[in-house]
């Protein structure tokens, strides 16, 4: 069925907003990287057999940067390597400073951010706001949270030289009360400002969604969701999320809306290291990727990037696609326009951001269960006159067209294109 997009739908009314970001002088731009969080399990959980497996150990860690720095993501951009959850011992030391896992980290995380820091990447590192981390619960012991050592935990983290701060909300029950939100957000940033070093902060939860304000003057990005995992129904709940005006005014210069990890090639097999196991196809991953890309979201993969798939090299060495979420004019796109695309229930959608030097990114996504030619007026998108049109994904011009711009869109697909003036 072929899908029209009207003047009847909300028009991309001025882009323009003002921030008030986290003044540390960081994310400037949205940030690219790689997270331990789901690679093959979740750090520190057992697979099948009982076996504890997964990316959270000195050996491992390195040798995904290596992966990073040789496969073509480090020239891209690709820059930040995260350790999520369950880095940590579970005892603070004699004098209450938070310490890694000496099993894990034998050598300590301040060494590995040296050898991190010595190959052009930054390094980032996870705690909860609460008592305890979020997984602790599924651990034979839990594991400390930054709670009661917010100043001494942003402390350690500078003497460390981290880079990156995710601070969740787990276990944010203190006697009976639950911490105040804001409260504790702004206490962290402070104390990470007051080290005198510039640590991106990502806060990942306890505040209500859309995200208050207070979240962009204390952090350079916020999570705007619950987890994503590797299934389609929560990858699609996420654009919605994504999809508001309002959630893309909220982003710019210095802070970012985060959605959660990319699951690009899938979160992997819990037993077998080498292997993938995807839960999404490499069409649902390339409507991921898109969606993530067009708002300027936070982009860190958090699957095996040592073992680059060929969905996972096409999706995440698209150096134009990987261009536009970097696009020096820092606006954030958003959903411009859906249609009923076959029976109501599912809808064919127009995603616009603009690029500097006056062009546009376009996405046509297709959320029904069939395929569909999505035809969109460039006039939706402020555009007058003709367009030359790139397909991002293809590598492909598709020439200059005049007012609109049809294509089929498989089901749960996305086309990316760029419109630049004709020359
Ligand atoms: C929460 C977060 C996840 C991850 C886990 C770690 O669920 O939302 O992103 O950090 O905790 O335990």
Redesign the pocket.
């Known amino acids: 069925m072929a899908v029209v997009f009207t003047l009847a739908f909300v028009l991309a009314a001025g882009f323009l907003h003002t921030v008030d970001c986290e003044d540390n002088g960081l994310g400037l731009f949205p940030p690219l990287g790689w997270n331990s ?1 789901c690679t093959w399990a ?2 520190g959980q057992k697979g099948a057999s009982g076996k504890m497996h997964d990316v959270c150990n000195e050996t491992e860690i390195r040798s995904v940067a290596e992966a990073m720095l040789s496969n073509g993501m480090h020239a891209l951009g690709y820059e930040y390597i995260n350790l ?3 880095w940590g011992s579970e005892e603070r030391a004699a004098d209450g400073s938070i310490q890694a896992d000496k099993n894990r980290f034998p050598s300590g995380i301040k060494n590995l951010t040296d050898w991190l820091h010595s190959k052009g990447l930054k390094f980032g590192l ?1 705690t ?1 706001a609460g008592v305890t ?3 602790s619960g599924e651990r034979p012991k839990p594991i400390p949270g930054s709670y009661g050592h917010y100043e001494q935990d942003a402390q350690t983290f500078a003497d460390w030289g981290v880079d990156y701060v ?1 601070i ?1 909300w ?1 276990n944010t029950k203190v006697n009976g009360t639950e911490l105040d939100y804001e409260k504790v957000h702004t206490e962290f940033s402070k104390g990470l400002n007051a080290t005198g070093r510039p640590i991106f902060l990502g806060l ?2 306890g505040y209500p969604y859309p995200p208050p304000d207070y979240t962009r003057q204390v952090a350079n990005a916020w ?1 705007v969701n ?2 994503h995992h590797d299934e389609w129904s929560k990858t699609a709940e996420i654009i919605e999320l994504m999809a508001p005006k309002e959630i893309a005014d909220f982003a710019g210069p210095g802070g970012w809306n985060d959605p ?2 990319l699951m690009t090639g899938g979160a992997g097999c819990d037993e077998a290291a080498s292997t993938h196991c995807p839960g999404m196809t490499d069409t649902e991953y390339v409507t991921e990727f898109t969606i993530w890309a067009i708002t300027a979201s936070n982009l860190l993969v958090s699957t095996d990037i040592r073992n680059l798939t060929d969905i996972m090299k096409t999706i995440l060495l698209n150096e134009e696609v990987v261009a536009v979420h970097q696009d020096k004019l820092r606006k954030a796109g958003y959903r411009v326009g859906t249609w009923h695309c076959s029976d109501g229930s599912a809808h064919c959608q127009l995603w616009a951001r603009p690029l500097n030097g006056g062009a546009y990114a376009v996405a046509l996504y297709n959320a029904d269960s069939e395929s569909h030619d999505i035809t969109f007026e460039f006039d939706l998108i402020g555009w007058s006159g003709e367009a030359t049109v790139r397909d991002l994904w293809a590598k492909k011009d598709l020439g200059v067209k005049s007012g609109e711009f049809s294509m089929k869109v498989p089901s749960h697909g996305s086309v990316f294109l760029k419109l630049t003036k004709p020359t």
Do not use: A, I, L, M
């Open positions: 969080w979740s750090c999520d959850d369950c996870y909860s981390t979020c997984s995710k969740d787990c990942c939860r999570r619950g987890d959660d990890f």
